[in-house]
Nanobody
Framework: QLQLVESGGGLVQPGGSLRLSCAASAFTLDYYTMGWFRQAPGKEREGVSCISSSGGSTYYADSVKGRFAIYREKAKNMVYLQMNSLKPEDTGHYYC????????????????????WGQGIQVTVSS
């Protein structure tokens, strides 16, 4: 059964760091564009960061550029989101997502071309 399982969320103080992990089962991550989305209370879900199947192309929302980094670990069939210098406005429910093999990072993160979602994990940035 195809699954995406997120881990690594939690409560962190402003300026702190977290690393979100997404483990995939029943498929190989490397064949697909992957991404992280988030939804804050009262807001629509937005694409935070996406990475192409080759890893050669990435997308970051303007609000996270320079602070977040997305990367893959092929041997473990996982994708990560390293989040540094966290701000209260980064608070939200974060979702790992899988696109299709041919999706560009813009199609996935901006247009929302997602085929599968994880259950999501909460990230709260607060003092």
């Amino acid at each position: 059964q195809l699954q995406l399982v997120e881990s690594g969320g939690g409560l962190v103080q402003p300026g702190g760091s977290l690393r979100l992990s997404c483990a995939a089962s029943a498929f190989t991550l490397d064949y697909y564009t992957m991404g992280w989305f988030r939804q804050a209370p009262g807001k629509e879900r937005e694409g935070v960061s996406c990475i192409s199947s080759s890893g050669g192309s990435t997308y970051y929302a303007d609000s996270v550029k320079g602070r977040f980094a997305i990367y893959r670990e092929k041997a473990k069939n996982m994708v990560y989101l390293q989040m540094n210098s966290l701000k209260p406005e980064d608070t939200g429910h974060y979702y790992c997502a899988r696109g299709i093999a041919s999706s560009t990072v813009q199609e996935m993160c901006v247009a929302g071309d997602v085929r599968y979602w994880g259950q999501g994990i909460q990230v709260t940035v607060s003092s």
